[in-house]
């Protein structure tokens, strides 16, 4: 029983940050440079900086995002801020100049 129990805990076990197949995702670019990752559901942003002393991480009501390239995260923060929506902050980011690739 434990043997089967274990073979369907490996068969379903994902990454961390792998989306739910129905889930949507988005890479964005500056250029040819990867510099956020998008996940349309609620959950964590990640920084390119060290986490918090408290270890706390900042959460979002519409998306989970991960900075890969710290030079874009002011631009990037504002932008998210200013936004009311996925569909808004994905137009943001297309109005900013950034390439935005659904995954």
């Not at 805990?9 to 890479?27: K, T």
């Not at 964590?44 to 519409?62: C, E, K, N, Q, Y």
Request: hydrophobic share 45%; glycine share 6%.
């Amino acid at each position: 029983m434990l043997s089967l129990f274990l073979a369907f805990s490996l068969a379903c076990h994902r990454p961390p940050e792998a989306p739910l197949p129905d889930v949507p995702s988005w890479s964005v670019y500056d250029g040819s440079v990867l510099i956020l990752t998008v996940v349309g559901e609620p959950g964590p942003i990640t920084s390119t900086a060290p986490p918090p002393p408290d270890g706390r991480l900042v959460t979002h009501p519409f998306l989970s995002a991960a900075a890969r390239d710290a030079a874009h995260e002011d631009q990037l923060g504002r932008l998210l801020r200013a936004s009311t929506s996925m569909e808004d902050f994905l137009a943001r980011l297309k109005a900013a100049g950034f390439r935005v690739v659904a995954e």
